[in-house]
C-alpha cells in the first residue's frame, strides 16, 4: 500500500509539473509571438532602410529581406531586389564599398559603420550606413547580416547652410570691428579739421 501511495503521489507530482510545463512554454510562446510581432512592425514600419542579406563562406551577399523605406529607396519592387547579390542591385563599382565593411562586419563580428554618396532612383543622396551581424549561423554556415542606412541628405544640406551663416557672422563681426577701428581713427582727424575751420585761416592747405 505504501508503495502504491508513494507511485500515485509520484504520478500526481510529475501530472503537475508537466501542467506547469505547459503553462509556461504557452506563455513563453506568447512573449515569442508577441516579441517576432514587434520586431516585424517595427522593421517593415521603421524611416530608415532595414535590409537582412544573407552572406556565404566565399563573401557573397543575397537580400534575404528589406523593408518598404528601402524598396522606395532603391526604386525596385520587393520581388526584384528578394535573392539577388548586392552587385545586382547597387552595381558592380558602386557595391565594392559595402562588400568590404559587409565581409569586415562577419570577420571580425563588429559592427561596421561609413558613409556614403550613392545615386539611387535617379537621386543622389548622402547614407549612413551601418551592418551589424545577426548571432548564430545557418545550418550551412551562412551567416546573416542586418543592414541599416539613413538618408542624411537633408541635414548635410543643414549643416553647409549653418557653416555658410557662420561664416557670413564671423565676416560681419570683423567687418563691424574694422569700421570701428576707422571710426575711432576718424575722430581726432575730425576733431582737428573743425579746430582749423574754426581759426580762420585763408591758407586751403
Known amino acids: ?8 503521489d509520484n504520478e500526481q507530482r510529475l501530472r503537475e509539473l508537466n501542467e506547469l510545463l505547459a503553462q509556461q512554454a504557452e506563455e513563453r510562446a506568447r ?6 510581432a514587434q520586431l516585424q512592425a517595427f522593421f517593415d514600419n521603421s524611416p530608415d532602410w532595414l535590409t537582412l542579406q544573407r552572406v556565404t563562406s566565399d563573401g557573397t551577399a543575397t537580400y534575404v529581406d528589406l523593408n518598404a523605406t528601402a524598396e522606395a529607396a532603391y526604386g525596385l519592387s520587393r520581388d526584384k531586389v528578394i535573392g539577388r547579390r548586392l552587385e545586382d542591385i547597387l552595381g558592380e563599382e558602386a557595391a565594392q564599398v559595402p562588400l568590404h565593411h559587409l565581409r569586415q562586419c562577419v570577420a571580425t563580428g563588429a559592427p561596421q559603420r561609413y558613409i556614403a554618396r550613392r545615386t539611387m532612383a535617379g537621386r543622389t543622396r548622402t547614407i549612413d550606413v551601418m ?29 553647409v547652410q549653418l557653416r555658410q551663416m557662420q561664416k557670413m557672422e564671423a565676416i560681419g563681426q570683423l567687418t563691424g570691428g574694422i569700421a570701428h577701428d576707422f571710426n575711432n581713427l576718424l575722430t581726432p582727424i575730425y576733431g582737428a579739421l573743425e579746430m582749423l575751420q574754426g581759426r580762420h585761416r585763408p591758407e586751403e592747405r
Open 31 to 36: 512573449q515569442l509571438a508577441s516579441s517576432r
Open 1 to 8: 500500500r505504501r508503495v502504491r501511495q508513494a507511485l500515485h
Open 131 to 159: 551592418f551589424v551581424l545577426v548571432p548564430g549561423e545557418a545550418p550551412d554556415g551562412d551567416r546573416f547580416i542586418i543592414t541599416t542606412a539613413r538618408d542624411i541628405t537633408e541635414l548635410e544640406e543643414l549643416e
